[in-house]
């Protein structure tokens, strides 16, 4: 068996070894109180409303507060909103590869507007420029009834790298209708950690193949 192919099977296994799994983090906002303010309360992000005012909170997803929790721009009254109240903007302390929100719309008296008003998931990458937007699909069926709730709908985006500086999550444009108000729940992030171990290792790689070019150099 050559020297090459040994070398290589060695650095195979020790990449499998180093080189860490994604790590996904789940944030169901059914640990605090309905009503309380969230805006700091995750560790490595950082809630608000853009739009509005600043504060977002946990909220009970049933009028009787009986129920597991949402997130929402209204401290009280139902829970669901439009962007003419605001949106919520989660901001991470690390870049992130994949990112998914749960949504669903409540119908309005006026009915179920046009697609530009259903709840979207908005990707900016890590120097928070705009990337895309992930829609609400408004060819679900049933639709909900006038006053009804749809069923919920993930809404994800991978970005296929570490690099996804923050997202917002809103329903319809502000002032623009008819709206559709949207529920939001289990916000889901995944990294994929790059430790200072992987840098070091690749430089002592990159050591290792040249003390063995300079090794032929000399011996030639």
């Not at 950082?46 to 721009?73: E, H, W």
């Given at each position: 068996m050559s020297?090459?192919?040994?070398?290589?099977?060695?650095?195979?296994?020790?990449?499998?070894?180093?080189?860490?799994?994604?790590?996904?983090?789940?944030?169901?906002?059914?640990?605090?109180?309905?009503?309380?303010?969230?805006?700091?309360?995750?560790?490595?992000?950082?809630?608000?409303?853009?739009?509005?005012?600043?504060?977002?909170?946990?909220?009970?997803?049933?009028?009787?507060?009986?129920?597991?929790?949402?997130?929402?721009?209204?401290?009280?009254?139902?829970?669901?909103?439009?962007?003419?109240?605001?949106?919520?903007?989660?901001?991470?302390?690390?870049?992130q590869k994949f990112v998914s929100i749960d949504a669903a719309i409540l119908r309005a008296p006026e009915g179920l507007g046009n697609p530009a008003n259903y709840p979207k998931l908005e990707i900016y990458d890590s120097a928070l420029h705009f990337l895309t937007a992930v829609a609400w699909n408004f060819n679900l069926t049933p639709q909900p009834g006038v006053g009804g709730l749809s069923a919920f709908q993930t809404l994800s985006f991978d970005a296929g790298s570490n690099n996804i500086g923050k997202v917002r999550f809103l329903s319809g444009q502000p002032n623009g209708g008819p709206s559709n108000f949207g529920y939001f729940d289990n916000l889901n992030y995944t990294v994929v950690p790059v430790p200072a171990a992987i840098w070091l290792f690749g430089t002592a790689l990159s050591g290792f193949g040249l003390f063995g070019r300079n090794k032929r150099r000399l011996a030639a």
């Open positions: 020297k090459q192919i040994v070398r290589a099977a060695f650095i195979s296994v020790l990449m499998a070894v180093f080189v860490p799994n994604a790590f996904a983090t789940l944030i169901n906002f059914d640990d605090v109180a309905n009503g309380t303010v969230i805006n700091n309360h995750y560790a490595g992000v950082t809630f608000s409303n853009p739009l509005g005012p600043a504060d977002i909170y946990a909220r009970s997803s049933s009028v009787n507060n009986s129920a597991s929790n949402v997130v929402s721009v209204f401290q009280t009254g139902i829970p669901a909103f439009d962007a003419r109240f605001g949106a919520v903007e989660v901001l991470f302390s690390q870049a």
